[in-house]
């Protein structure tokens, strides 16, 4: 080829090249979606929840992090799998794991994210969470009003929020919850009853501290 | 006269990708999947491909008749019809068949009546050559713009009157043909087609298909733009076309070099595509003025060598037919399967990342709940395309304004999500486009330089 000829593939190549650089610097290669964060990296806490629907969404959150940590996957595939069965199982099979796997890195991660959120000075005292509560209780008009009027001290005293969650988290069957995930109201309910019960064992519990010993001793509470 | 020649030859060749921004539409309306309507496009190219030389070895063998192109026209018009009839994907395909089947009757014919009505060789075949360019690059907005202005339908409607407008032009041409036909070369031996210059229109035309059925996709599919701004998008193409051929004439350069450059800038162009910084239509601007230089620099002047002095005639017009579509049938054959398993692909990262955007929102629990339980079903029923959030945000509940802007922000942000997967999904294909286009440049290089003629068109 002579210069005559040389020159429109010469001219060719400068404008690809300059357009090409002018879109790579203007972040063409990376104009992709985000990879998912490690998922064993910690995220700052949120502020301490004001209501119970926020505290529950804290304890979730963190929880299924956590789960996602333990299992080596993003928090993201985790949540997307964990409303339908399939999903699961192919999670799990993707992961080398059994279900099993699952289910116990879920409850490792619920038990996990309260003690977080209790380290960090982010689980609301029972008292700020009671009015909200006490509308889902179900109680006849007058009884929700003895709840409501119970002192805010004798609230915090008898239901640390750390330990009633503590306790309604070990005993809320991550396998059942994963069943009625389809399901929103009898997951509610069933949920709704975890909380109440470890509530009442908890301020049982309190309770039975607050008596002196030597009376307590002769009391049959086991 | 010769207008309606060259605008029947254009609408045969326009008619390869002319329904590629009316594929959306047709999926939709025939309830076909991406790789099944490609078939519209395929069956067409292949039947061309397979059809182009043996008519018009049927064209010479008739002794460049007008009827062959009389009895093209008619057929590819009554397939025409049968295209805006059809109510299923097979009927479509089967009538695209027929189309290609006049269509090759057309187009291999037409160039010897272009020739004899020019009354010169090079002016007839560079009109020839010329009409098909215009036909191809124009195709895809004419077919946007009426897919979009009254249906897909219209297109195969408007296509019938149409062609059937050159009929009487070639009846005309009859006395003139035969005195033509004794100027050629009576019993000589045909000419080896060229084979460089064929190799060459082959791939490029595979590059070419993939810049226009992709960016179409891409446009309406990816970042669910109208087909009206997706044709108006690419009439860049056909426009920077037009203007490489100014280039052309100002450079007389050869046509070894402006292939050579042709070849480096639809490369580049499609490199480009691949590398988009954002879903915003000014970003396709320049990658798309690329390919349409690129096209106007090769496509007319690759032809016109592998006609020049070759005879006879309408079977080296045949020959790069064949090439042409054999080259789009082979860009559709490899493209397809590649961006049809990257946009598959990219559904679980774009559903991780519109997960993460959920989760963290800054809104209530409840409304993020049903928020979730709205887009998962959107997507369920979007079925692998890229779905339609609004819905979704316009059903959920939020008090106040605050909530309102931040699930405002939130569409956004997923929107965007969206358009970054759906951009990724298409970068495989339009890089391996661009590797098409750059294996024309070795057969390019083997060309003979031959100067433009001044007044080719």
Known sequence: MNARALLLPALALLAVAAVIGVQILSGGRDFAPPSPPDPCRERPVGPRAQALENLAEQVVLIGVQRAACILGVSRERLVLALPSARDRQALARDLGRDQGALVAALKAGRTGSVTRLEGAGRLPRASTLLDGYAGQLGLPGFAEGIVRRIPAGVVDDLLPTGGVLKRAVADIDVRTVLRELDDPDALQAQLGDRIRKAALREARARLIQKIPAPIRNLLPFG | ?457
């Not at chain 2, 009538?95 to 009505?117: D, F, K, M, N, S």
């Not at chain 2, 369920?380 to 819905?391: F, M, S, T």
């Open chain 2, 1 to 457: 006269m010769t207008a309606l020649l060259s605008l029947a030859v254009g609408i045969v060749l326009a008619d390869s990708a002319i329904v590629t921004l009316a594929l959306p539409q047709i999926l939709r309306d025939l309830d076909a999947e991406v790789a099944q309507v490609a078939w519209v496009l395929i069956a067409y190219n292949l039947v061309l491909a397979l059809a182009a030389v043996p008519a018009a070895r049927l064209s010479v063998r008739t002794g460049r008749s007008p009827s062959v192109a009389v009895v093209g026209l008619a057929v590819f018009a009554a397939a025409s019809a049968a295209c805006a009839l059809s109510t299923s994907l097979e009927a479509l395909v089967a009538a695209r068949v027929v189309q290609a089947l006049g269509g090759a009757l057309v187009i291999t014919a037409c160039l010897e009546l272009l020739v004899l009505a020019r009354g010169d060789e090079r002016r007839g075949a560079a009109r020839w050559a010329a009409a098909g360019v215009a036909g191809a690059a124009v195709g895809p907005v004419a077919g946007g713009l009426l897919t979009a202005g009254i249906s897909w339908q219209s297109i195969f409607v408007v296509q019938v009157p149409l062609v059937l407008l050159a009929v009487p032009v070639a009846l005309g041409l009859r006395p003139a043909a035969r005195a033509a036909v004794s100027r050629t070369r009576p019993g000589a031996r045909a000419d080896r087609p060229h084979v460089a210059a064929n190799l060459a229109l082959a791939l490029l035309s595979a590059a070419l298909t993939a810049a226009l059925f992709l960016l179409v996709l891409l446009l309406v599919e990816g970042w669910r733009r109208s087909p009206a701004v997706a044709a108006a998008t690419v009439t860049v193409i056909p426009v920077a076309a037009l203007a490489a051929r100014t280039v052309a004439r100002a450079a007389q350069a050869g046509t070894r070099s402006e292939a050579v450059a042709g070849a480096i800038l639809i490369a580049g162009g499609l490199g480009a595509l691949a590398l988009l910084p954002d879903a915003a239509l000014g970003w396709t601007v320049a990658p798309q003025a690329l390919i349409g230089l690129g096209l106007g620099l090769t496509v007319d002047s690759l032809t016109a060598v592998a006609l020049v002095d070759r005879l006879p005639r309408a079977l080296h017009g045949g020959w790069t037919i064949a090439a042409r579509h054999a080259g789009i049938v082979a860009g559709l054959a490899l493209l397809t399967p590649v961006f049809t398993a990257d946009l598959r692909d990219a559904r679980a990262p774009a559903q991780e990342a519109i997960a993460a955007l959920v989760l963290d929102a800054r809104l209530p629990p409840s409304a993020k709940l049903d928020l979730a339980d709205d887009l998962g079903r959107q997507l369920d029923a979007e079925d692998g395309r890229v779905p339609d959030l609004a819905p979704a945000f316009a059903a959920v509940k939020l008090d106040g304004a605050p909530e309102r802007a931040r699930a405002q922000a939130l569409e956004g942000a997923l929107d965007d999500q969206l358009e970054r997967a759906a951009t990724r999904a298409f970068r495989d294909a339009f890089l391996v486009a661009a590797a098409l286009a750059l294996l024309a440049v070795p057969p390019a290089l083997a060309l003979r330089t031959r100067r433009r003629p001044r007044a080719a068109a």
